[in-house]
T-cell receptor
Framework: DTGVSQNPRHKITKRGQNVTFRCDPI?????LYWYRQTLGQGPEFLTY????????KSRLLSDRFSAERPKGSFSTLEIQRTEQGDSAMYLC???????????FGEGSRLTVL | AQKVTQAQTEISVVEKEDVTLDCVYE???????LFWYKQPPSGELVFLIR??????QNEISGRYSWNFQKSTSSFNFTITASQVVDSAVYFC??????????FGTGTRLQVFP
């Protein structure tokens, strides 16, 4: 296993379209996190899963955003009716321990035109 | 409230200079964890160090060292004899009574030859 994998790496879409990102965590990690990072800012927490259960969602996650982790392995983050303000890097991370460091993927960059 | 402040937005040094990146955190919890991550131009966040609140020993790893001081709520990062490959954005992060990492806004380090 080579680490956290995210795809697509880049997505350009028109405003109003739906987009979906996928994250494959490190295989033995039961916790999976989604963060968003805009230019010049640090990563901002969106949501996280322990196995298939979504345990916390940020206020940043409007009702246009939905995340799933159906079998406790890979996760998807869907954004419906995209807006220009959704343009950002979407980062996925995983960890095996609640207090451990997060291992991040390379991110999925979204550009909404 | 939990917060991480990295007051230095950007630092420029010449190769072989020592440089210290500042991190100040806020939390009311007695048990917490502090982290440093490096984000090179490629974009992937790379874990550097994790420290728990009960261990104030300073740590050294090669050219990297960390100074943790609870009295000033600081967790500063020093690179000795900087190299061009150290050029990146460095993030300090905090995890306390929740399972998520809260990141600072980052410090961009540019090391010139």
């Amino acid at each position: 296993d080579t680490g956290v994998s995210q795809n697509p790496r880049h997505k350009i879409t028109k405003r109003g379209q739906n987009v979906t990102f996928r994250c494959d965590p490190i295989s033995e990690h039961n916790r999976l996190y989604w963060y968003r990072q805009t230019l010049g800012q640090g990563p901002e927490f969106l949501t996280y899963f322990q196995n298939e259960a979504q345990l916390e969602k940020s206020r940043l996650l409007s009702d246009r955003f939905s995340a799933e982790r159906p079998k406790g392995s890979f996760s998807t983050l869907e954004i419906q009716r995209t807006e220009q303000g959704d343009s950002a890097m979407y980062l996925c991370a995983s960890t095996a321990k609640a207090t451990g460091e997060l291992f991040f993927g390379e991110g999925s960059r979204l550009t909404v035109l | 409230a939990q917060k991480v402040t990295q007051a230095q937005t950007e630092i420029s040094v010449v190769e072989k200079e020592d440089v210290t990146l500042d991190c100040v955190y806020e939390t009311r919890d007695t048990t917490y964890y502090l982290f440093w991550y490096k984000q090179p131009p490629s974009g992937e966040l790379v874990f550097l160090i994790r420290r728990n609140s009960f261990d104030e020993q300073n740590e050294i790893s090669g050219r990297y060292s960390w100074n943790f001081q609870k009295s000033t709520s600081s967790f500063n990062f020093t690179i000795t004899a900087s190299q061009v490959v150290d050029s990146a954005v460095y993030f300090c992060a905090l995890r306390s009574n929740t399972d998520k990492l809260i990141f600072g806004t980052g410090t961009r380090l540019q090391v010139f030859p």
